[in-house]
């Protein structure tokens, strides 16, 4: 996933963003949960699934969401999901979830619906879990609104709780000889918060594991082991080699744009973040959007610099900040409507109230479907 840094949102937004992440964290689930997560084999582990975003080259805001689903121990791509999304929310690291999460559990969703008994009882996420700066990164954010076991593998160490990445830590790489030598990676508070694990023997380059939900760590690593052909797991590096291969059948080998163009789609991302802050709802009520789904629903899209295209009225003007503009009422930017319980039941397939589990009916919709996604509506690989 490649991600640029983007200007600081205001601190109402990452107050709202910080609660929401509260909120869910305290459905987290770090401890096995299925029975073939306890067998030194994985016996009865049939389907290992991945995701991924790759960007078009030179534009931040388009990118392809991947899912896919590889039978277990053959890893055989057994189904895929691609689709050119609009992201609208800047990334800030430690928020990464309020970008790219809610098209990944949309991607999930379309699998329950059309393939349910091709669902994934794992899924591997390019990303951190509770190696966070808040215990919360976005393979838990995924894992806990689509209530299955999420492991967050990434290939830099975020440096957080103490962490770092200086000569200690490096030497501890170099004593990485073989292929499955780990070490902890224990932050400054005493917490174990990942592990450092060499996947490959070819690779010089550990990764960094951690749980995302419904896993412990050594059932996380020992899977991540397993799973590994190369550096990655096969389950991300296949998501991962079928989206940027989705970007090139669809786009072609875009040119890269120009200044003006670079320019242009700058201008538009900042105003759309600035009108889409006027559909969030900030406190009170039986719940509120977060920012990336207020961009969604609004059908705010951030300007595409493959094209010189100008809108009149969005184009000319950027609105000022005022939190008096934000609403203080529950409000669905689709509809109009209040925003109501049930969401993530929805999102899992399930009747309303059927799962104990479910998110409180005031945590944000962040997770679901957005607009103007297009690409494949997921197919059976045979």
Not at 40 to 57: E, N
Not at 154 to 164: I, M, R, S, T, Y
Not at 277 to 292: F, I, K, P
Not at 327 to 333: D, E, G, I, K, V
């Amino acid at each position: 996933m490649a991600r640029e840094a983007a200007e600081k949102p205001p601190e109402e937004i990452l107050s709202l963003w910080k609660r929401e992440q509260a909120q869910l964290k305290a459905l987290l689930v770090e401890q096995d949960t299925e029975a073939w997560q306890r067998d030194p084999a994985f016996s009865g582990l049939q389907r290992v699934g991945g995701v991924d975003l790759s960007f078009v080259k030179g534009d931040s805001a388009s990118a392809c969401a991947s899912l896919v689903v590889l039978s277990y121990p053959e890893l055989e791509v057994v189904y895929e999901d691609c689709s050119m999304v609009n992201l609208t929310a800047p990334y800030m690291s430690g928020f990464l979830a309020f970008r790219e999460v809610p098209f990944l559990v949309d991607a999930v969703q379309r699998l329950r619906e059309k393939e349910p008994h091709m669902v994934p009882q794992v899924l591997f996420v390019d990303g951190n879990g509770v190696l966070h700066h808040r215990g919360f990164g976005v393979a838990c954010h995924l894992g806990v609104l689509t209530d299955l076991p999420c492991i967050g593998v990434a290939k830099k160490l975020l440096q957080v709780d103490g962490l770092e990445n200086n000569a200690q830590h490096k030497e501890k790489i170099r004593l990485l000889q073989a292929e499955g030598d780990t070490f902890p990676l224990i932050g400054g508070s005493g917490t174990v918060l990942g592990m450092a694990l060499k996947s490959h023997s070819h690779s010089s380059k550990p990764l960094y594991v951690s749980v995302g939900h419904r896993i412990t760590l050594e059932s996380a690593v020992r899977l991540t082991r397993s799973c590994c052909r190369f550096r990655s797991p096969e389950p991300v590096r296949q998501a991962d080699i079928r989206s940027r291969d989705y970007i090139r059948r669809t786009l072609g080998s875009p040119r890269p744009p120009t200044p003006e163009q670079e320019r242009r789609s700058r201008s538009w991302a900042g105003k759309i973040w600035w009108e889409s802050l006027a559909r969030m709802v900030t406190a009170g009520g039986d719940g509120y959007l977060s920012l990336a789904t207020a961009c969604h629903e609004t059908g705010a899209v951030a300007h595409c610099p493959r094209s010189t295209q100008t809108r009149p009225g969005i184009d000319e003007r950027a609105p000022e900040w005022s939190p008096s503009a934000l609403p203080t009422a529950p409000f669905s930017a689709q509809s109009g409507a209040v925003v109501g319980p049930a969401k993530l039941a929805q999102a899992r397939g399930l009747a309303p109230g059927a799962h104990t589990g479910s998110v409180p009916s005031h945590i944000s919709s962040s997770f679901q479907a957005p607009r103007g996604a297009r690409g494949t509506a997921g197919r059976l690989c045979v």
